[in-house]
């Protein structure tokens, strides 16, 4: 499912680095391939209508999305601001998603937790939760850079269909051994689900222990 003009040279841009041989992440790979990814592209990070038409994106994509036919993924890159350094874009990241959240009436999604803190938090969007993956130009993690900051919204359900199937964990070892071919180290941020809190992911910035996720959710109720 295509969300933009194909001769976007931003979006053509990133199916390049994405469809690189060496590129880790294998879903992601397959998503572009099939034509199962959305990519928009809006202005800036902090524009007061960002949040809206984020959410508004990341609904109509669940909303249109088949997720048990392959890996469908979305992404949304900005023009602006230019980031220099990771800890920059990790404070734009966390502003984005909680103006998101504050505009977002629908309740959490009851399969994740809404504690940014538990290991089983997954970021809910129209009632639907995605793990969140940031790139920027600054990324320590080569994987993790493009020149516009851009954020990759993953469904969760797709992740339990592939544990269901028993397809999970050999996915992603695959997708940790490339990563580390790539960067020539492990990621020291990769995380398994159920053991830490994805938020320590989500802005490829290596964190300490003390780091908690500053988002504040609201009870939207049932």
């Known amino acids: ?113 809404s504690d940014p803190s538990s290991p089983h938090f997954g970021f809910s969007v129209a009632g639907r939760a995605y793990f969140v993956i940031g790139l920027h130009p600054a990324a320590s993690r080569v994987a993790r850079r493009f020149p516009l900051p851009t954020l990759v919204f993953n469904a969760h359900e797709q992740f339990e269909r592939l544990r269901a199937d028993g397809r999970f964990d050999g996915l992603k070892e695959t997708i940790r051994r490339r990563d580390e071919a790539l960067q020539g180290e492990v990621n020291p941020m990769a995380h398994d689900h159920g053991d830490a809190s994805e938020a320590l992911q989500y802005s490829g910035r290596r964190q300490p222990g003390t780091w908690t996720p500053p988002l504040v959710v609201h009870d939207r109720g049932a």
């Open 1 to 113: 499912m295509t969300t933009i003009d194909p001769g976007d040279a931003v979006a053509e841009q990133f199916k390049d680095i994405i469809t690189e041989r060496g590129y880790p992440c294998v879903g992601a790979k397959s998503a572009f391939k099939r034509g199962q990814a959305g990519h928009v592209v809006l202005d800036d990070m902090r524009d007061a209508g960002t949040p809206a038409s984020l959410r508004d994106h990341l609904s109509r994509f669940g909303e249109q999305t088949d997720f048990t036919d392959g890996f469908h993924t979305f992404l949304v890159s900005f023009r602006l601001p230019r980031m220099s350094t990771e800890a920059q874009f990790e404070r734009h990241l966390w502003d984005l998603l909680q103006r998101v959240h504050d505009a977002d009436e629908q309740p959490w999604d009851p399969a994740v937790s």
